[in-house]
């Protein structure tokens, strides 16, 4: 087998006696667009900058292509890094800012500036050349140091939390152009954010950052559907975390404090009587046909006193109390109708809609 | 932003009076009187300026005094600049402790500074002793020379460009360096490339802070300048001093005053006066 393209080993990276990374190690395969997700501090930066060279790991390597990147200057990595305030040279145009690197690699002025009016087109901003970057909107800027980014074909493009300056909607614009043209390149991406839906929509996989260390790393889908902890559950998406005892681990059925008896559509790894988390996604619940009601003791039911409405405009997310523990339910506006604060539910939900989190 | 209750009077130029007053009464009223001199002693007209345009002496001393103060421009630029990067590189403590030693001088008094430098630079001081020892024979003269005033007014100044500079490159933002790094630019490169010319601003500044201020120098130059590398300040102490002319002497400083003007003109046009303080 092949090595993979980018090689993070046991990374570790300590302050003192703060230890920001303590054992990070994944593996990057050429062209793949891989997201860094997890809360600020959690030490997705500081791995991106360990990459970069602009940080020293405590031990751990990493390799791009098979070579040490250790004794590597920032300057000679060819690396391209989009950061967070897009960082363009206020003193230089736009055009002037995207043949930088190439100026700095000894690219013919006539060649340089025919590359960069290229990666200007890439990014729709053909007429943009001789602007200030002080003259341009965030969004623009963006896609400027993006371009500035790729011009030089770098063998790794590194995204630190680069929409956090946009609103809304130009950061959903800017989501599918980044990965438009990290797709048309080919390029090898990591991109770091605290942003789950970003991380969702764009990435290839995803690796879940908690604690300076990596929780869990696949796709967008593993990461939702099968969390492998308690925090990647609850970071990934809007969840319901459910504490509870194995009951039979061949059928699947699993014993709540609050929710009475869960079946789940697989066996289950643990023993009688092991502890386990349960994890309901909201938009999994649904609300029960009246005919079919009282039936408190079935599995994967319960019956709940909605206290909190939230409208999302398409959904809706009810807050339920059963048992002493709230349940979140996100139904579709028009099931929500005419349910108020106060009104009793009985829900239901599919036994492939659990999914087990083994006891940490 | 001003506090409601003055909002209130709606008179917040009345915080300006006392200030105003004062400025009026001694420092406006007396430069009326000096122009009012250059142009009515001792007979009415504009004679004291023909004479000066006239006067190569006068000439030979008005470019003294520029060159002189491009080259204290200049000595403050190269020994306020590394220092003031090292204390933008620095934590906030040690660059305090930094401005603090910098600013240090501007609290010693500006005679016994130079004072000092008489004894440091003298025939008899340490400076040409270590020059002797060194095998320099026989020892240059350092005292009272364009290079001991010059020496003088740069370590009197340094503040003032340390200052502009260092505000400037405060200002810089460290992830610009980093960038320019990892698109490929080695350390020189980064430094000429981005560094030194977003400083450019502070670098204007301090020349300009430093020129202005040199230009008008008097002390300093009279006591440990060359004697026939006079200064424009100079020049016009010795002409009240020892020739009683002042109808002379004010033209000359409504001249000296006009030029520094014509440099803050300059200066506005290109840059902007509100940005001359950091």
Redesign the interface.
Known sequence: MPDPYLQVSALTKSYGSVTALGGVSLDVEKGEFVTFLGPSGSGKTTTLMII???ETATSGTVKVGGRSLSNI?????????V???Y?????KTALQNIM??LN??GVPAAEAERRARAMLDLVGLSDYGGRWPKDMSGGQQQRIALA??LV?EPSLLLLDEPLGALDKNMREQMQIEIKRIQKSLGVTTIFVTHDQSEAMTMSDRIAVFEQGRIDQIGTPQEVYRRPSTPFVARFVGDSNLLPGIVLDPEDGLVRTEHFGLLRLQDRLPSAIGAKVTLMLRPESIHVAEPDARGAADRPNRAEVNVHTIVPYGESTLLIGRSGGADLRIRLRAQEADGIGSGTSLDVLWPASAVHAIPAA | MIPTALRGASKPWLLLLPLALFLCTFFLVPLGQVAMMSVTEPEPGFGNYAHLAGDALYLQVFLNTFLTAFGVAVGCLLLGYPLAYLMAQSSPRVAALLMLLVTMSFWTSFLVRTYAWMVLLGNNGPLTALLGFLGWDPPPHLLFTRFSSTLAMVHILIPYMVMSLYSVMKRI?P??L?????????PW??FR??YL??SAPGMVNGATLVFMICLGFYVTPVLLGSPQEQMVAGLIGTQIEEFLDFGQASAMAMVLLASTLIVLAVYHRRFGLDRLWG
């Open positions: 970069a060279g602009f200057p920032p300057h000679a990595r060819n690396i391209g890094i950061f967070q305030n960082a363009l040279f206020p003193h930088f690197p700095m690699r500035r980014a030089f | 933002d992830a610009l980093r960038a320019a790094e990892s698109l490929g630019a080695k490169g980064v490339q981005v010319p977003l």
